[in-house]
């Protein structure tokens, strides 16, 4: 029986935030800098860092939106401020970026050195305590030792004064970023990694399972498969999306907003099968006829390790990662942000709501 649109939601899946263990890692580190800053005596520096579709962006702005900005009677108030570095891999580009964020009217104005000089100063006229500077591989992507090693410097002069902590976020290259200049090297503590699931890890393919569930479970009123109820969906789930967070909701958006298009809430493994196709860059190199989700397929077969590499490694190559990255991942809770008051601050422990699945 089909239903109004009125009871079948369009955006579901971009409300929803799975929390993995890394994820919350991440997210403990950010509150524990950004209260430290006060006290600090040398700058904090973290570097959150890891292959494409991992949520390293996820979490980063979600800890940002704990702390909108806010005009009061003294003026305006930033207590963080995210930043997405430019495609062009400028550190123009970056002061351009941010001063415009702190409304910055002239922000395209001045030398380097002067906008330098005055985001400095923004950013303790609104008192600003961390800055998220994203994406960071657009520094190195240029391959110029020069413009690399100034980069590197000015990521050191901007945090000099402990003024405020710096969070950098990137795919593993940009670690090239940071350890081009060694005196920035003593300033960052060690790499913040979130890396995708590995099926073979008993626990986390466990956590995974956990994913799935608290998705399907999130995702009424559209009617899902029971994902996590058997190892042989779960396995397709995670073939699918390479043990990727990102790219799960990727094909879990599409299939939902397809299911809205029809105006019927029932998602099969057609349905999923579809999304993917539809979704997933690499989807016609899957290893397997019919695909992850339709074809012949069993998380006990002979053959399963050999096409989880597989699927592994068109993953990598076809986004152009660096062969050696691993994999990780344990799930601690599922989080969303607050909709009444996205901006206040919440329990920052992860909320041990999802049973363990054996």
Known sequence: ???????????????IRVGFHAYGSVLDALDDAYDDVPYASSPICLHVVGPPRVSKSSVVREFEARYPLERTDEGLVKPVLYVGIPSDGTIKGILHSALRALGDPNFSKGTRDQQTLRLRRLLIEVGCRMVILDELQHLCDKGQKRLLDRASDWLKTLVEDKQFALVLVGLPESQSVITANPQLVDRFRAP???????????GDRSEFRGVLQSFRNELAPYELPDLAGSVDLSFRCYLACAGKIGLLTLILDEAMRSAYRRQHPAVGLEELQAAYDSAIYFAGAFPVPDGPFLGCLSADSTDATEIMEQVMNISKFARNEPPDVAHLGTLDGVRHAPKDSPGKKYSRRPRNILERIV
Request: hydrophobic share 40%; no cysteine.
């Open 192 to 202: 913040l990694w979130i890396k995708p699931f590995d099926w073979s890890d008993s």
């Open 1 to 15: 029986m089909k239903r109004s649109a009125s009871k079948l939601p369009r955006a579901l899946v971009k409300t």
